[in-house]
């Protein structure tokens, strides 16, 4: 089940009652930022909507820095986990200052199978994965997996699809039609009725999103299981 971003708008839109397109009391755009917001948190949440590029990085011998392939479909803030494809064995999120730690020194640097991965932010605008132990010349041209949230990049898009199951798409939808009321003026909450209906909003939606994470990891459990080999 999914839903377009034209679809969940305008289903956020009636559960506020602003429904005058020409002169909404929400803006567009702002509605796009609180949507584009909460579908990021959501899936976070819930551990769900995960799409797999393979071979997404090739290793080179004593690199431990890579720059992040650029796409128009997968954005790299939505990255949540690497695979190693020689063993496939996932890497262990970290930090930038932890890699740095671990190569701080004048010896050689650690090298082996890369264990730990970090995103670092570049004062040149490019995205880059720190990888540590770096790889040594038996893992040079060997590939990882990155693993993605696969959610949309473009909310203005109208046709943009959301790839949530019906109940977890009314949680997002009542949590931001709450945000939403929440941006309001006092006076036009009160005119449309959201003083209360907001905070029911926010309650319902919590509700569903913690019901969906709970099966998600239920359905997780009873489906996967993962080895990790050292």
């Known amino acids: 089940m999914s839903e377009t971003v034209a679809a969940a708008r305008a289903k956020i839109r009636a ?34 909507g995960e799409t797999r590029t393979a071979a997404y990085v090739t ?3 004593n690199t431990h ?56 932010f570049g004062t040149d605008s490019k995205v880059t994965v720190y990888l540590y132990p770096e790889p040594g010349s038996v893992e040079a041209g060997q590939t990882l997996t990155a693993i993605f949230q ?12 959301i790839p949530f199951d019906e109940s977890l798409l009314r949680g997002l939808e009542y949590r931001v039609a709450a945000l939403a009321a929440a941006s309001m003026s006092a006076e036009s909450r009160t005119e449309r009725g959201l003083d209360q209906l907001g905070p029911a909003y926010q309650a319902a939606g919590d ?24």
């Open 59 to 61: 290793l080179v011998a």
């Open 65 to 120: 820095s890579y720059v992040i392939p650029s796409s128009g479909s997968l954005q790299y803030l939505g990255i949540v986990s690497f695979i190693y494809d020689y063993d496939r064995s996932p890497l262990t999120k970290t930090t930038e200052e932890w890699i740095i730690a671990q190569r701080r020194g004048t010896g050689t640097p650690s090298r082996g199978a890369p264990r730990y991965w970090a995103i670092v």
């Open 15 to 48: 559960l506020t009652q602003d429904l005058e397109l020409r002169n909404p009391v929400v803006g567009s755009t702002l509605l796009d930022q609180l949507l584009e917001t909460e579908t990021h948190r959501v899936a976070t949440e819930v551990g769900m």
């Open 150 to 161: 696969q959610i949309p990049t473009n909310f203005a898009d109208d046709a943009a699809t």
């Open 207 to 230: 509700f569903l999103v913690r019901a969906a994470a709970s099966r998600l990891a239920s359905a997780k459990l009873q489906d996967r299981v993962v080895v990790r080999r050292w």
